[in-house]
């Protein structure tokens, strides 16, 4: 995945670590991240920039990976899979563009959009083949949810 990144875009990032929750220190439970305390049981991924001794990095929690993903059962499914990795890891590729380069006022949305850019991308170029039927369960997933909260607004369960 990381392939599909514009080779420009990845100057300085050093590596990409996957990781699990259970192999960090107790006292990194919660930890300051860019002037923040985070816990990393709520993220699925950190972008740690350029320091003095080490280039910056990427840190992806395998077990938050999969978190966003609706129904469960459709993480079986390769693009499904790729997905979940690749809202988390392109979008930590966005903070490391956004911080190399235009270094915007809003990092999270600067990295948002890049993020769902490189995904766009990614996806157009190896699963294109899969857009009518994605276009196609767009399309009914939006029309039950329609119907969900018209039924919902007239007190139908």
Not at 39 to 51: I, M, N
Not at 110 to 126: I, P
Request: proline share 3%.
């Amino acid at each position: 995945m990381v392939d599909s990144v514009p080779p420009h875009h990845l100057v300085g990032l050093d590596a990409v670590v996957i990781t699990n929750l259970s192999r960090l220190d107790l006292k990194k439970r919660r930890f300051k991240h860019r002037k923040r305390k985070i816990d990393p049981s709520d993220c699925s991924g950190l972008y740690h920039q350029k320091t003095k001794n080490r280039n910056a990095w990427i840190e992806l929690f395998a077990d938050n990976l999969f978190s966003n993903v609706v129904i469960p059962w459709l993480s079986r499914y390769r693009a499904i899979q790729e997905d979940a990795i690749g809202r988390t890891l392109f979008h930590e590729i966005g903070h490391h563009i956004d911080h190399n380069n235009a270094k915007e006022r809003d990092s999270e949305a600067a990295a948002e959009r890049w993020g769902k850019q490189l995904r766009k991308a990614y996806f157009r170029k190896y699963y294109s083949h899969l857009k009518p039927l994605v276009l196609t369960l767009r399309g009914v997933l939006r029309a039950i949810m329609w119907i969900s909260r018209a039924n919902k607004k007239r007190g139908v369960v």
